[in-house]
């Protein structure tokens, strides 16, 4: 997986069909390694993103050409409503990524991976994100574990 339209989509469009976003804008930021060829998103992408995603939402993306030895990492930042909790995100990522077993779902503890997906799979990306409670702004990142494996994100 190293579309940039799907990064962002498997980061936005769980939350959005949770209904948790409290703002219709997200600022997005991908990083790409020096073998991935992003060097912009432009109009078009921006486009192409909007038209995956439900709803209506105003994108913001930064990107960052050869600052991820690793090959993509995408991050997002998000509002969500106020009383939100992690267990709220949590599901909503479990809901969508749940039977993926190509995502790990870390959370906002990334020393103790997600119940999600079968144990011992072979995850090539990992999922994580970290909620202020108190702003409830909502970072979430996506990034590729290796090298092997650009099978795409499953949806339900």
Excluded at 29 to 51: E, K, Y
Excluded at 80 to 85: E, L, Q, R, V, Y
């Amino acid at each position: 997986m190293t579309d940039v339209p799907e990064l962002i989509r498997a980061l936005l469009s769980p939350l959005i069909a949770a209904g948790l976003l409290s703002r219709r804008d997200a600022s997005v930021f991908v990083l790409s390694g020096p073998a991935q060829g992003v060097s912009r998103v432009d109009g078009l992408t921006r486009d192409r993103v909007a038209a995956m995603l439900p709803g209506s939402l105003r994108l913001h993306v930064t990107t960052l050409p050869g600052a991820s030895a690793q090959g993509f990492v995408v991050c997002a930042h998000v509002f969500i409503h106020d009383g939100s909790a992690e267990r709220d995100v949590a599901a909503a990522y479990r809901e969508a990524h749940g039977a993926d077993e190509g995502i790990r779902l870390l959370g906002s503890r990334p020393g103790r991976p997600d119940e999600a997906g079968p144990p011992g799979a072979p995850a090539r990306h990992a999922l994580a994100w970290e909620l202020d409670t108190d702003s409830s702004l909502l970072v979430v990142t996506l990034a590729r574990l290796s090298a092997g494996g650009d099978a795409p994100l499953q949806y339900r």
